[in-house]
């Protein structure tokens, strides 16, 4: 338990800055609920509920014009992209909605990993690490709100323009979609529009809050390995040993003492790290799976659009697209590194001046360093190789379909 009597830490006020915002708007941020019998906050629930159902429809109808206008291609793609990207939405917001007691343990978890080092050095490191979260996390929602903008924007210019240039008016939503004929009746269609903008705000906001909580957990994992390796460092250095050749039995037994509670604490980032990635499984490899056919798609709508505004708004969103991914491997690449570094931290110690049952100690950290810690899913390991290659499948994707077209 964190004592609630003593100043708060410096992490505290960067803590899942950016995500926190977007998660409570859409009704999904993982809130620590007091009492057996207590229940999340009702309006909490209602936001889910309307982000939810909006983000669905948004899926559903999008998905559904994709496949029944096959036969032009561009026409298809406009509607399988931000298809693509609303169904893995939904399956993200009721991931996080299904298991919100589950995922409030884990951020409370890490919360007392951040905030037990109340020493200067650890907290503008871990301050650091996570204003890079934030800003990342705040560029996707920034990336992720203007390709929205862009396509709610996109009918109205044109609509503009006809009237403008007296030409006969046409009806445009801002996604190609599907939807029943009451709904694009003249007194329902300004409704019609602002529920499939809304629909796009929330996808904007789910997977800013989810990916950028993958992005903030992994950041944050990485600066408590790096505590981690800043404490064992500590330990031999506070020894001042450099006039021994071998420490007394009294320094040993120090070093194993303090060594002792190192290995409590890393045992408990492993174990957080295994329950994340659990956590995040599903989410990660629909994320993955999809990552490849939405790039290439999109640049695909880009290269074979002529109208200039779509192709404006596509080029926003292979950006919000390839910073969905980068976040991702990003912060898989910074959890593997760092937990791979504590070997490297335990080795550079002067393990050769410890007796033989302290070097057990050592060794046993050591080993359980080496097999790096990373949050794999299966067939895949966010990691920054992995982003190249899938760029290069999604290159290797749009040079095949071209010999087609």
């Known amino acids: 338990m964190i004592d609630s009597g003593e100043p708060e830490p410096a992490i505290a006020g960067h803590f899942y800055r950016i995500p926190r915002l977007s998660g409570r708007i859409v009704g999904i941020w993982p809130q620590r609920i007091r009492g057996a019998g207590a229940g999340r906050p009702w309006h909490a629930h209602l936001l889910f509920v309307f982000a939810f159902a909006v983000v669905l429809v948004g899926a559903i109808g999008e998905v559904t014009y994709g496949c029944v206008h096959l036969d032009n291609l561009v026409v298809a793609l406009e509607a399988f992209c931000p298809g693509t990207t609303k169904a893995v939405c939904v399956l993200k917001l009721w991931v996080f909605f299904r298991s919100n007691r589950r995922w409030a343990e884990l951020v409370q978890r890490l919360r007392a990993m951040l905030w037990q080092s109340r020493r200067e050095e650890g907290q503008r490191m871990l ?34 323009y006809r009237w403008f240039s007296q030409l006969p008016g046409q009806i445009e939503l801002p996604f190609n979609i599907i939807l029943p004929a009451f709904a694009l009746q003249p007194g329902l269609f300004p409704f019609t529009y602002v529920l499939l903008t809304a629909s796009g705000a929330c996808t904007v906001f789910a997977f800013s809050f989810v990916d950028g909580f993958f992005l903030c957990s992994c950041l944050y994992i990485c600066g408590v390995f790096r505590l981690v390796q800043q404490d064992i460092r500590r330990i031999f250095a506070d020894l001042h040993g450099e006039s021994v050749e071998v420490f007394t039995e009294a320094m040993n037994a ?36 999809s990552a490849a056919f939405v790039l290439c798609s999109t640049i695909l709508d880009i290269m074979l659009n002529t109208s200039s505004l779509s192709g404006l708004t596509y080029i926003c969103y292979i950006i919000a697209a390839l910073t969905q991914l980068f976040l991702y491997c990003f912060g898989g690449n910074h959890v593997g590194e760092s937990s791979a570094a504590v070997a490297d931290v335990l080795y550079d110690i002067e393990w050769y001046k410890c007796d033989a049952r302290t070097r057990k100690v050592i060794l046993m950290i050591l080993r359980r360093s080496q097999r790096a810690k990373t949050i794999a899913v299966p067939f895949f390991t966010p990691s920054l190789p992995a982003f190249g290659s899938i760029l290069s499948t999604a290159g290797s994707y749009i040079t095949l379909l071209k010999t087609f077209l």
């Open 127 to 160: 301050v650091g690490l996570a204003t890079t979260a934030n800003r990342l996390s705040l560029l996707l929602l920034a990336s992720g709100t203007a390709t929205n903008t862009a396509f709610n924007l996109q009918p109205l210019i044109m609509g503009f």
């Open 254 to 289: 120090e070093v194993r003492e303090k060594l002792a509670e190192v290995v409590e604490r890393h045992n408990a980032i492993i174990d957080f790290c295994t329950d994340l990635t659990r956590q995040f499984t599903v989410i990660v490899l629909m994320h993955f799976l």
